[in-house]
């Protein structure tokens, strides 16, 4: 099955520097890569995704990178604020129709960021 | 306005207690989802049920059984609590296979 790498287990950067977080996965049938975030008490929220047939995707302060060769793929994250302040997710899934994988997601162990003001 | 709801939030039970936490969603989504979140954050899925079928069904205890009475309900009953079943549940529901969005979690504790 995939198994889903993900470094760092923390993170912790100045207001305004840059995060990088970065995972791996193992299953070349992946091909949907989402991102979420977890609040404290609350439920992950998808802040990006990207399909394995884009290698790069952007939306405001948030840019994820896919190298299918390498199997791997990262968030980026700019101008930080304190309220990006969270746990970070990535997974990797997708499978084949029909399959039994079909809509799996599998996790990475996620990444603690702290932006201090 | 509420895309993916759990009841209960919050569930503290004994050992030895069945117990069963819902799920519904207003997304009209065809796929939803059980996963676990241990206490170091680990999130794993369960099960996965497509219109009302079930799809994924990971290497759980025969304890936990799945119900999904209709595509935007999936309720999940546990026999013979133990201590080990403390976490985090989250429903999730998607169009298979794309985006899954995630209910505000139910934390069991089992005492």
């Known amino acids: 099955g995939e198994n889903v790498e993900q470094h760092p287990s923390t993170l912790s950067v100045q207001e305004g520097d840059s995060a990088v977080i970065k995972c791996t996965y193992s299953?070349?049938?992946?091909?949907?890569f989402p991102w979420y975030k977890q609040e404290l008490g609350k439920g992950p929220q998808l802040i990006i995704d990207?399909?394995?047939?884009?290698g790069e995707k952007k939306d405001q302060r948030i840019a994820v990178t896919l190298n299918k060769t390498a199997k791997h793929f990262s968030l980026h994250i700019t101008e930080t604020q304190p309220e990006d302040s969270a746990v970070y997710f990535c997974?990797?899934?997708?499978?084949?129709?029909?399959?039994?994988?079909?809509?799996?997601?599998?996790f990475g162990q996620g990444t603690i960021l702290t932006v201090h003001p | 306005d509420t895309a993916v709801s759990q009841t209960p939030k919050y569930l503290v039970t004994q050992m030895g207690n069945d117990k069963s936490i819902k799920c519904e969603q207003n997304l009209g989504h065809d796929t939803m989802y059980w996963y676990k979140q241990d206490s170091k954050k680990f999130l794993k899925i369960m099960f996965s049920?497509?219109?009302?079928?079930?799809?994924i069904n990971e290497t759980v205890p025969n304890r936990f059984s799945p119900k999904s009475p209709d595509k935007a309900h999936l309720n999940l009953h546990i026999n013979s609590l133990e201590l080990g079943d403390s976490a985090v549940y989250f429903c999730a529901s998607s169009f298979s296979p794309d985006t899954q969005y995630f209910g505000p979690g139910t934390r069991l504790t089992v005492l």
């Open positions: 990207i399909r394995s047939n884009v």
């Open positions: 299953d070349s049938a992946s091909n949907y």
């Open positions: 049920y497509n219109n009302k079928e079930l799809i």
């Open positions: 997974a990797a899934g997708g499978g084949n129709a029909g399959g039994t994988s079909y809509g799996k997601l599998t």
